[in-house]
T-cell receptor, first 113, second 116 residues
Framework: KAGVTQTPRYLIKTRGQQVTLSCSPI?????VSWYQQTPGQGLQFLFE???????NKGNFPGRFSGRQFSNSRSEMNVSTLELGDSALYLC????????????FGPGTRLTVL | AQSVSQHNHHVILSEAASLELGCNYS??????LFWYVQYPGQHLQLLLK??????LVKGIKGFEAEFIKSKFSFNLRKPSVQWSDTAEYFC??????????????FGSGTQLTVLP
């Protein structure tokens, strides 16, 4: 079974630009969560999608948004990039049950110059 | 807001030494608790999880953790570490209601270095 895949793996953008990151969950998983990992703040929850609906959102500004498609693939978008958005963005997928394990992808390393 | 504390930022041990990594959380209600590991260059992966039942949880690679509700703790243990256990270890807890069980709050992580 293929794991969680994230594209692209690395991205360099400049301040003010926008970026879209993609996550393909494990086949059959309908829940996708996104996390931001930085040296200073650690791992922080961004949002969770289940069956195309956002179920929860972390404490991030409205510049951070996401969506999920009918095939469970998810995208997150960051508009008007700031230097502080430089981070590793991780996606995790899990099955329908709340007790199912979350499987993490390798992440997208975003650098904002 | 929920918080998770990992007091040891960097632990250095020799092979065969015993390991205990501390984790404390703040929420007083029902919690689900997790330990994740990130080996160099690899994805975050689940070591073990606690939802209910026996407070002593066994995970992969010989790791175990004990949930002590009265101490708000979920410490990770391994009786004898190996060089291959060198990694960063993260404790996590789910968000309290109305948050989702999948909304995890992570500790800041503990870097474990095992010397051969």
């Amino acid at each position: 079974k293929a794991g969680v895949t994230q594209t692209p793996r690395y991205l360099i953008k400049t301040r003010g630009q926008q970026v879209t990151l993609s996550c393909s969950p494990i086949s059959g998983h309908r829940s996708v969560s996104w996390y931001q990992q930085t040296p200073g703040q650690g791992l922080q929850f961004l949002f969770e999608y289940f069956s195309e609906t956002q179920r929860n959102k972390g404490n991030f500004p409205g510049r951070f948004s996401g969506r999920q498609f009918s095939n469970s693939r998810s995208e997150m978008n960051v508009s008007t990039l700031e230097l502080g958005d430089s981070a590793l963005y991780l996606c995790a997928s899990s099955g329908q049950s709340s007790t199912d394990t979350q499987y993490f992808g390798p992440g997208t390393r975003l650098t904002v110059l | 807001a929920q918080s998770v504390s990992q007091h040891n930022h960097h632990v250095i041990l020799s092979e065969a030494a015993s390991l205990e990594l501390g984790c404390n959380y703040s929420y007083g209600g029902t919690v689900n608790l997790f330990w994740y590991v990130q080996y160099p260059g690899q994805h975050l992966q689940l070591l073990l999880k606690y939802f209910s039942g026996d407070p002593l949880v066994k995970g992969i690679k010989g790791f175990e953790a004990e949930f002590i509700k009265s101490k708000f703790s979920f410490n990770l243990r391994k009786p004898s570490v190996q060089w291959s256990d060198t990694a960063e270890y993260f404790c996590a807890v789910n968000a309290p209601p109305p948050g989702s069980a999948r909304q995890l709050t992570f500790g800041s992580g503990t870097q474990l270095t095992v010397l051969p």
